[in-house]
């Protein structure tokens, strides 16, 4: 048990970019990921399967992920957005971007270091652990959306004990890579990543802050009265 809500885990959780290498303990680590195995998923079929690395295995894919994106190797994600982003999403893109730079000290037109900033995805941020979400080809979207509510309660689980992450697509880039190192079946699909482990409050990227919309712009509620004027943290 821990002391906090959860009202003070789901406004606490944040993307964390950058890690100290102090690896998370066994018995924390199998608490959070036991806490995730309670999510619900239609008819309890539990789509998930997740691949945590760490030591010499996270070693090696990090090392791997760098020499492919140096290398210019294109990414071959197993799962991808149907369509071009229009908008309000692609302002709330722009925005999540400008936020990391910010924080970052990047300038917008400074190309060389935005592509760094991307590039510490694939350095996964120096954290000690990495995960992958993955689930069968048979599986559409209703199960993707089973192992997007899988991970959110890892990620608050992780916030309640301590635990800083990051929600990577980036680490479906390469899903080839995933499933050699796991020894998983061809009909395994990776769906996104997520860096873990203890926060470096020194990294400057740790200081961006995203926003949310609106309330009344994601949620339409009809019949009786509702003040939509509190959704602010
Ligand atoms: C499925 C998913 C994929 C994401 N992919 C990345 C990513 O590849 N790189 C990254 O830096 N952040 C990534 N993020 C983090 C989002 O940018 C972040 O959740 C969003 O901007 C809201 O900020 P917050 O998490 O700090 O509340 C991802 C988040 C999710 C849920």
């Known amino acids: 048990m821990t002391a906090m809500s959860l009202d003070e885990a789901i406004l606490g959780r944040r993307s964390v970019r950058g890690f100290l290498p102090t690896p998370v303990p066994k018995a924390l680590m199998r608490k959070v990921f036991n806490l995730a195995q309670w999510s619900p998923s239609g008819t309890n079929v539990q789509p998930w399967r997740v691949c945590v690395a ?14 492919r994106v140096s290398e210019g190797i294109p990414a071959k994600q197993d799962h991808k957005d149907k369509g071009r982003l229009g908008e309000p999403y692609k302002q709330r893109r722009r925005d999540c971007a400008r936020v990391l730079y910010d924080a970052m000290g990047i300038e917008w037109e400074d190309k060389a270091g935005r592509s760094r900033a991307s590039l ?27 192992v997007g509510m899988y991970t959110q309660t890892l990620m608050l689980a992780m916030t309640a004990h301590g635990l800083a992450s990051c929600a990577q697509g980036t680490m479906g880039h390469y899903p080839d890579l995933v499933r050699e190192t796991f020894g998983l079946e061809d009909d395994m699909t990776v769906l996104y990543g997520l860096s873990f482990g203890y926060e470096d409050p020194a990294t400057p990227a740790n200081n961006a802050r995203t926003s949310r919309a609106d309330l009344a712009e994601s949620v339409q509620f009809m019949g009786g009265e509702i003040d939509y004027a509190s959704n602010d943290k």
Not at 54 to 67: C, H, I, N, P
Not at 129 to 142: L, S
């Open 54 to 67: 760490s030591g010499a295995v996270r070693d090696r894919l990090r090392t791997e992920f760098l020499r």
């Open 120 to 146: 510490r995805n694939f350095e996964l941020f120096d954290a000690p652990h990495v995960a992958f979400f993955c689930m069968q080809d048979i599986f559409g979207g209703q199960s993707a959306a089973d």
